[in-house]
Nanobody
């Protein structure tokens, strides 16, 4: 099983950009579908984006479509989330997740492996 560590969170002004990165340990990274979720205070954890094991298919929540881009590098065992045109409502703790299936990694209830999260703050 992989272990996940997120990085790249921080404070950014509305309209700005930020890239989150998730580093995975283990030699089976390329067999996992990967995803990003976020959780704001007082709210449930919500799906943001997912990518298939090959990187050939990507999926996004409607709220981030056109602004966020998920990508992966199987040689480096990393998955990134490029976030552009950030809004105050994007502020949350962002979590990286892994699962063997794309449906699993797109569900907060089903994703198999989680990182510890990284804070994103967006000032208006």
């Amino acid at each position: 099983q992989v272990q996940l560590v997120e990085s790249g969170g921080g404070l950014v002004q509305a309209g700005g950009s930020l890239t989150l990165s998730c580093a995975a340990s283990g030699r089976t990274f390329s067999s996992y579908c990967m995803g990003w979720f976020r959780q704001a205070p007082g709210k449930e954890r919500e799906f943001v984006a997912a990518i298939s094991w090959s990187g050939g298919s990507t999926y996004y929540a409607d709220s981030v479509k056109g602004r966020f881009t998920i990508s992966r590098d199987n040689a480096k065992n990393t998955v990134d989330l490029q976030m552009n045109r950030l809004k105050p409502e994007d502020a949350a703790v962002y979590y990286c997740a892994a699962d063997r299936s794309i449906s699993g990694v797109s569900s907060a209830r089903r994703a198999d492996v989680w990182g510890q999260g990284t804070q994103v703050t967006v000032s208006s």
